[in-house]
């Protein structure tokens, strides 16, 4: 895969030449560890080698300069430097060789000699055209395919690749989502693809006659196949690695503030990190396991240090691997285990090296770097304000407070204390280390002292100072027993005043005190998800939306470390989930990207319950929803429970990416699809991007789609949007309940206007058709923003449900906001079916007031009537009879509405209606 | 070249040991033997090939460095797994690293068996004098456990040229005996043949930790 020249020294003609007929010269080489030359296989026009021809091919080091200077047997002064020769000429340009490969020789008895492979021969005279001229290194896919082309002259061999992949994704349509699977499909598929290619008569010549070609065209198959298949296979690759991927993915979301300190990096190293970040984050957009396989190369050579002369130094395995592990961390892709997964198990064309060849290696080191992640050794900054302060708040300073403690027990009362203690930071270590009662007494004690301050000052400007003292009777013996400590009470002597001074400048931290971030203790205690802290912190009157300088509160940190009882703690003592950070991040960001699904679960249970509005498809500032980077994430269950709870796939973010653009795998895009299948309907209608993404997937799937879409065409109701098909979800289970308000209130319908405006029109309308201002305002305020018309996937309007849970004021008021009456719904029936089907009445007479047609007929060509009589609602019969039916029509099975209700004999139904029947029969 | 018998060994070994015993500059020296270190436009430090040919046999040496530090000692598996050899590095002034190598030497027998070649080399035998693990105790605990003991010193170039020559013939040797005992297993170690286009699924691809 490297592609790095190679070739077996001991057949070269003009080494085995040089060994059988100059022997004595040759193991004068040996004995004197000369250097010898050999022009690669093929550089050389075979002919009879001279021995002016060996010498010039036999280095001797200088006696100043050994490692760069040499002469050659024929007195030519040679320098070597970076893997090219450069030989001196007596007229012209001096001459100019690749230095191959070395390779080290040791004879029989252990006599080391080198021998060094160059590219062409070291001598002016023999410079052919070359006769075979191969690239030395393949490092991208334009590469291999010239290699193709070139070397079979024309595109035969390319097209015999491309039928291949094409026949085979014709005989697989859906590729198997298990890697052991896909992996033997492809490997199969790899084998004819490389037979069809040694087929072609040039190729097949010119990898027998070098190794290192025919491995330049296996890299090369291997190579064209991948592109023409990547999109194919990565898809399945990332479904398989789901799980890994987003584990991954929390992992490292929840260290995504490392700094690289963290990871002891040195910091000569420091400036090359960002090109390598810049290397590394193109990984993603490499088809090809030689293309990521070079971007991975490319990245870690990237990162080197200079040392004292300006020279590059490259890394050392033991800087390496943690600089490896930064950029990991730092370069945002999501699919991390599955881009390894496919390096590591589809690459084949490798396999014949071994398991030590470097593109090996670097997978190894990749593979190692993802596995220290995941193990969790890194649990990211030890602490996140570790950062701010740069201390290391881990073993030593619990010890410390454990110290600090016991000294803090003793010295409760005595008035000088130890400066440390007063410091916010020690506040700060006593919540990291737990020690909840700690806390409480401290941030109390310098409240009351506080409070004591204040008193005090406020007697000192009375100078009362004895009643001062009585009222410090019953408080802290701290201040008391400072004044005792003056000379008198009303001393002012230096040394009193001084006292008293620094009583007043004594800054104690307080609950609501503020670090040069300004994070509270509330803060700290959230982020380290000390709950029984942030209780305390809370009682003693902690303010709860407190946020710091990136504007995040003790909300957002508790979501975004998955602490879930300080979060349940912050949200039931009020903290607002709506409050977005500098971000625009709000809480529910927080924890959809750290992937903390408890606290997501907690959040959107918690505005349930307490009927609070959490916005699920809230936007960052980069337009991100929640839903975004549950998907982008691979977060399964999360993206499941958002849109579980309203969240929209099809919002789109600042790039125009919707969360399907997002999705990696189709586990994913599944939840994405299913959660609710009609809304996928529309969005298809809406989203282009979504369409293309799917049509890229699976195409039976995006067929189903086609003719969805036709369907829905011709209903003409392609313009609904996924935000109103909730809405109207949420309208129709109001109806079901019969909460009339509520289900006003979804339709943004002033239920209060309504029973005014019926009151109103009843008393004081002016006129039928009065237009005057109060008539006018009144009809205007009744209607609403949303379309009363609007169905859900059944086809079911407000209206439906209305009718056929017999809330005629509702009706009224959908009426009123001009709801068609004869609407259908997917079963054509119009609300008067649903009432008839149930018997309401009241609905019944209202619909057939406001014009709705007694004649309708459903999908199986039942009335209303049809209907009432199949069930055997009286009222409902009495009520349509009422309105002069058709009594004629005759359903799908051929029946008129007698001949149903005489079948299920509802013998009060027959009776009214054969009265009726004879009734109009007389009149007529 | 279809006439030609010979063929190349590939082989693959790791350094080991505990960061600061001068596995990178073991690794260093042996590289710039070959050429000066400015001139490496491979990779890192961390990877080296090397060609060498031990009496017609043609080897291809690939050797891996790994990091040293504690934490990353749970990424050993990852690193050593398929190797054909190993060599376990202690400083001779440091008793802690030559536990750290008894640890490896155990480590590695219970993983990969007796297949692997294992060399022990005292780093900074240059500092005779600060000397604090015993010779007798580190050469009778090599040879209890299979391996050979080698004095090193990257700093003087002693040592590192023989401790490398000697592993790759242990590793010819240990190869032949395989490939006699059994000709169709060569499962470790794969000869490369100009004809072999069938990639075999050999890579056997589970991720073992």
């Known amino acids: 895969m490297e592609g790095g020249y190679d070739e077996i020294i001991s057949d070269n003609p003009f080494f085995v030449e040089f060994k059988k007929e100059y022997s004595d010269l040759f193991q004068h080489c040996i004995s004197e560890s000369w250097i010898v030359c050999v022009p690669r296989i093929g550089s050389l026009n075979t002919r009879v080698f001279t021995i002016e021809d060996f010498c010039a091919h036999i280095l001797v080091p200088s006696d100043e300069l050994p490692e760069t200077h040499y002469s050659t047997l024929t007195e030519k002064q040679v320098t070597v430097g970076n893997k090219v020769i450069t030989l001196e000429v007596t007229k012209g340009l001096p001459l100019h060789s690749h230095i191959l490969f070395e390779e080290t020789f040791y004879t029989e008895d252990f006599i080391k000699y080198k021998v060094w492979c160059l590219e062409t021969p070291l001598e002016p005279s023999t410079n052919n055209g070359g006769v075979d001229v191969t690239k030395d290194c393949l490092s991208s896919i334009n590469d291999c395919i010239d290699l193709l082309w070139t070397q079979a002259a024309g595109r035969q061999v390319l097209d015999q690749i491309e039928l291949n992949v094409q026949l085979f994704l014709k005989k697989n349509p859906s590729l198997p989502l298990a890697i052991a699977p896909l992996k033997d499909a492809v490997s199969e598929l790899y084998t004819q693809c490389l037979q069809a290619t040694l087929q072609n008569r040039r190729l097949r010549e010119k990898s027998k006659s070098s190794k290192h070609i025919m491995e330049n065209i296996k890299v090369a198959v291997e190579c064209y196949m991948q592109q023409l298949l990547f999109d194919y296979i990565f898809k399945p690759i990332c479904t398989s690695c789901s ?26 190293l420091y400036h090359a990190v960002p090109r390598a970040k810049q290397i590394l984050s193109k990984i993603d957009s490499y088809n090809t396991i030689l293309e990521k396989v070079l971007c991975l190369k490319q990245a870690l050579n990237a990162i080197h240090k200079k040392d004292t002369s300006n020279n590059i130094v490259f890394l050392t395995a033991d800087d390496l691997l943690p600089v490896f592990v930064f950029l990991l961390i730092k370069s945002g892709l999501p699919n991390w285990y599955s881009q390894f997964t496919y390096m590591k198990e589809f690459r084949f064309s490798g396999v014949g090296k071994g398991d030590g060849d470097e593109s090996t290696f670097l997978i190894t080191t990749l593979e190692a770097v993802i596995e220290h992640i995941q193990s969790g ?108 400590k003056l000379c008198h009470p009303l001393c002012n002597c230096k040394k009193c005043c001084q006292k008293i001074s620094k009583n007043l400048l004594k800054i104690s ?192 799937f995006s067929q189903m789609l086609q003719n969805l879409k036709i369907r829905s065409g011709d209903r003409n109701k392609a313009c609904k949007t996924v935000e109103n098909l909730k809405r109207i979800e949420r309208i129709l289970q109001a109806i079901s309940y019969g909460d009339v308000k509520l289900a006003c209130f979804y339709m943004n319908i002033d239920y209060e206007v309504y029973l005014n405006s019926k009151n109103y029109s009843k008393e004081s309308q002016c006129h039928p058709l009065c237009e005057c201002i109060c008539c006018k305002k009144n009809t205007l305020r009744c209607i609403s923003d949303f379309d009363v018309n609007f169905c859900d996937s059944n086809g079911v309007t407000a209206l439906h449900d209305a009718a056929r849970y017999g809330l005629d004021e509702l009706c009224n008021i959908l009426i009123l906001n001009k709801a068609n009456v004869n609407i259908t719904n997917r079963k054509g029936q119009t609300p008067l079916h649903l009432a008839a089907l149930n018997n309401k009445s009241v609905v019944l007479q209202c619909l057939l007031n406001n014009g ?73 | ?149 080698y004095y090193t010193s990257a700093k003087l170039n002693q040592g590192v040229e023989e401790l490398f020559l000697d592993l790759t013939r242990e590793l010819v040797e240990r190869f032949e005996q395989n490939a006699q005992a059994d000709v169709t297993r060569t499962s470790r170690v794969l000869v490369v043949e100009d004809e072999a286009p069938a990639p075999s699924s050999c890579c056997s691809g589970s991720r073992s930790s």
């Open chain 2, 1 to 149: 070249m279809a006439t030609s018998l010979s063929s190349t060994h590939n082989f693959k070994v790791v350094l080991l040991g505990e960061g600061c015993v001068g596995k990178t500059s073991i690794l260093l020296r042996y590289i710039e033997d070959k050429f000066n270190d400015k001139h490496l436009t491979t990779l890192q430090a961390t990877f080296l090939n090397k060609k060498l040919n031990i009496n017609g046999k043609r080897i291809n040496l690939s050797i891996w460095d790994t990091a040293g530090q504690e934490k990353f000692h749970a990424l050993g598996p990852i690193y050593y797994r398929n190797s054909n050899g190993a060599i376990l590095v202690y400083d001779i002034t440091d008793e802690d690293s030559f536990i750290k190598v008894k640890n490896w030497v155990k480590e590695l027998k219970k993983m990969l068996g007796s297949e692997i070649v294992l060399v022990i080399a005292g780093n900074k035998c240059d500092l005779e004098h600060e000397r604090s693990v015993e010779r007798i105790e580190a050469e009778r605990y090599a040879g209890m456990v299979g391996a050979k003991h």
């Open chain 1, 243 to 268: 799980y890994e991927d987003s584990h991954l993915n929390k992992k490292i979301r929840n260290m995504s503030d490392i700094q690289l300190r963290d990871l002891d990096i040195k910091k000569d």
């Open chain 1, 852 to 924: 709705a047609n007694i004649n309708a007929i459903d999908l199986s060509g039942n009335t209303a009537l049809h209907d009432a009589c199949d069930v055997g609602n009286i009222g409902a019969t009495k009520t349509l009879i009422g309105f002069n039916p058709d009594l004629t029509m005759l359903n799908a099975s051929e029946k008129s509405p007698l001949d149903v209700a005489k079948e299920k004999v509802h013998l009060t139904i027959i009776d009214l209606i054969e009265k009726y029947v004879n009734k109009t029969s007389i009149y007529k």
């Open chain 1, 509 to 700: 931290p307080t609950v609501n005190s503020r670090d040069s971030h300004g994070l509270t203790p509330l803060h700290i205690a959230s982020i380290h998800g000390k709950a029984a802290i942030v209780e305390v912190l809370i009682e003693m009157g902690a303010e709860i939306n407190t946020s710091d300088l990136n504007e995040c509160t003790p909300l957002h940190y508790s979501a975004s470390r998955g602490h879930q009882n300080a979060l349940l703690l912050l949200l039931h003592s009020g903290a607002d989930m709506k409050k977005t950070n500098i971000d625009k991040n709000t809480p529910l960001h927080m924890a959809v990207n750290n992937g903390h699904i408890n606290c997501v679960k907690a959040l959107i249970y918690f505005a349930e319950h307490g009927r609070k509005q959490i916005d699920v498809n809230a936007c960052n500032e980069g337009g991100t929803t929640p839903l975004h980077m549950a998907a982008k994430w691979g977060y399964e269950g999360i993206a499941k429970l958002l849109i579980e709870n309203g969240a929209d796939p099809s919002l789109q973010n600042r790039n125009g990416k919707t969360a399907f653009d997002l999705a990696h795998n189709l586990k994913i895009l599944h939840v994405l699809k299913s959660s609710t299948p009609n809304m996928y309907e529309y969005i298809h209608i809406t989203s282009y991007d979504v369409k293309k993404l799917n049509v890229k997937v699976d195409h039976p």
């Open chain 1, 377 to 484: 050794a890194l649990a990211g900054p030890p602490d996140p304000e570790s950062y701010y302060y740069d201390s290391n708040p881990s073993e030593d300073s619990l010890s410390s407070t454990e110290q600090r403690r016991s000294s803090l027990t003793e010295s409760v009362s005595p008035p000088e204390m130890n400066p440390r203690e007063e410091t916010l930071d020690y506040v700060f270590d006593l919540i990291k280390a737990n020690h909840t009662e700690q806390v409480q007494m401290v941030l109390e004690r310098n409240h009351k002292h506080l409070i004591n301050m204040e008193d005090n000052e406020k007697t000192a400007m009375n100078l009362v100072l004895n009643e001062a003292l009585d009222n410090d009777d019953d408080s802290d013996t701290s201040d008391l027993e400072l004044y005792q």
